[in-house]
DNA sequence: CCCATTTGAGCAATCGTTTGCGCAAATTCA
DNA sequence: TGAATTTGCGCAAACGATTGCTCAAATGGG
């Protein structure tokens, strides 16, 4: 509150006797420390006795690096967010980065946040997880003037990316269902104009090829990522004749608007039909019944692309580029092999 | 990516034809413009075709403002945090700053974060919403040098809190339960350490003590902020005898693990027993059967936590100080009439 | 027409660090 | 012992903006 001066680096100088450029040596360990045992200790100590702490404007403006990472999400009440955001801070303040949490809902009209973080030196590098039409992102991240890697998506065009295998997230679930004995399976798809939406769709697709199943287009229904086009997807996908007898969701976000909406169908989950999905979160266990997952390294994955930013803005690595495995299933009450009529 | 040198000050005075100064102060709109408009109609356009933009550092060093703002929270995968922080990004941009989301999950360990923050002039002032106790709080933010409000609790000794009226939201969710007819109303408490724990608590007593209820320490559990509390908490109710007819949980988190414990118990909800939480949040909907819940304003909170705190730092303000009341029952189907045997 | 006032814009100091360079003292080597 | 290094530290120039002053030109009043 009280409006006190802060110490500077002068101060710490004078209490230890000794020059500004001589306490800044000391405090950032240079390499070849042509500082005196004796000298360091007493500047160590002043500093520790004035509660010394550096300016990060001052020494930002010198040394034109923040120490601070940009994130931009397109929504925080999603968990998968939530999941990768929570394993960035952790890596981030790990390697003594702070993490600026973008919020950019509005894909096309939100023109200002790359430019706000980016461009004003706000930031030392950024990771980009929105859902702009690709050639769109391309066409921002063109501009961006510092080192940037995409989220949760690969990119033509883009090499620092890090995404998920999601093709084989979606097969070997999709083979899961098979080996319960489902032979007519429903696909509650994600968005069918992005990367993750396309390629478990395509994963979907191999797994029933392989297993001798013809795909019918009648049995996919685009639900995105949210509750609602969940209860919609479903909804559309019950006027099949005949019905699928098990549902494989792109995120568990449709899934539990699918539990919903079979609910008020009156169909029972796992007996009438059974219900999986991608990404396994703390909801998982709470629906009713508790939902068979696959599971994604969401934490892992805000980890991975963030110790990859830094690397890259140290200099240490010049290309981030990952594709993260799935962790495999987890399965729960929502799934079980169909009923024989 | 190419390390192009950032386009300055100077080299818009430069293509303006004019000195620094003058730029500066066309584009910060100084208060008396002794600017004629030529000049400034100059300036502006070489602002624009430069694409100029100013270096955050070097305006923040001179200004010792950074338009950044912090906010702590202990948890991310919370929803009622998530909310939180959307309303205060929102708040936040719409002012003109950036929002700095620090995750404090160890309560006691951590020592840096308000340091780091605060202290190094990263940000120009801090909200909290961590579970420290309220000592231990106070003594730290003592040594703030920023502005700073406590969001989502109340404080002794601090005059800026931004919080809710938890007594009313418990008290008004169990008048709702009795209005039901319910007399033996179980509660799954918060932390009973902390501000919204024992707020609740009491507004849980008050209402059944307004009805005439002797109030029954047995059926009190608490139950913290998580699913596996809620689990727990349940299963020590269901212990008392006679058994509660309905619950009313202090977050939507401990409801769900209600929910969870009770199917396990084979109690129908809300046949056998009504369930009700405090907090809405999409969650909510997905249970089952979809809980019924006393909606708080969340984003509202951050919104208002957020314009408070530049208010304190433009000096608009001296004081933030707000109760936010409950915004009424969303009933849903896991609330009922009690059984009559 | 002359002096007082206002207007418009430049000068230069400043914010707190970092860092290339210089220079004395201390050390090494022959 | 004298020259060549090495060691330990200070000097001062950046970094890119903001802002109190200064000062000439333009304006106004009598």
Do not use: W
């Amino acid at each position: 509150m009280t409006k006190k001066r802060s110490v500077r680096l002068d101060d710490v100088a004078t209490a230890a006797g000794v020059h500004t450029s001589t306490v800044s040596r000391v405090l950032n360990n240079e390499a070849d420390h042509r500082v005196s045992a004796e000298t360091r200790e007493r500047v160590l100590s002043a500093a520790k006795e004035l509660n010394y702490h550096p300016n990060a404007m001052a020494r930002g403006l010198r040394t034109s690096r923040t120490h601070t990472l940009g994130i931009a999400v397109p929504q925080l009440d999603n968990p998968v967010f939530a999941q990768i955001i929570i394993g960035a801070t952790a890596a981030a303040h790990s390697r003594g980065y702070d993490l600026l949490v973008s919020l950019v809902e509005d894909v096309s009209g939100e023109s200002g946040v790359y430019e706000r973080l980016a461009h004003n030196n706000r930031v030392d590098g950024l990771m980009v997880s929105t859902l702009e039409k690709d050639e769109v992102l391309v066409e921002t991240l063109k501009r961006a003037s510092v080192p940037y890697v995409i989220v949760n998506r690969k990119i033509r065009g883009v090499v620092n990316c890090v995404a998920y295998d999601s093709f084989a997230a979606a097969k070997e679930s999709t083979e899961y269902l098979l080996s319960l004995g489902h032979r007519r399976i429903g696909h509650l798809a994600g968005r069918l104009t992005g990367y993750n939406g396309t390629k478990r769709l395509a994963g979907y697709y191999a797994a029933l090829n392989a297993a001798g199943i013809e795909s019918d287009p009648q049995m996919v229904a685009e639900a995105g990522y949210t509750l609602e086009g969940g209860v919609r997807a479903v909804r559309s996908l019950l006027a099949c004749k005949p019905r699928p007898t098990a549902l494989l969701a792109a995120t568990v976000l449709s899934a539990a608007g699918a539990l919903k909406a079979l609910y008020a169908a009156g169909i029972i989950v796992p007996d009438d039909m059974s219900v999986m999905s991608i990404h396994d979160v703390q909801i998982a266990e709470m629906l009713h019944p508790p939902l068979t997952t696959m599971r994604l390294p969401l934490q892992e994955m805000g980890r991975v692309a963030t110790l990859g930013l830094v690397d890259l803005i140290e200099g240490k690595a010049t290309v981030v580029s990952k594709l993260m495995r799935p962790e495999g299933l987890l399965i729960r009450a929502s799934t079980a092999p169909p009923n024989k009529l």
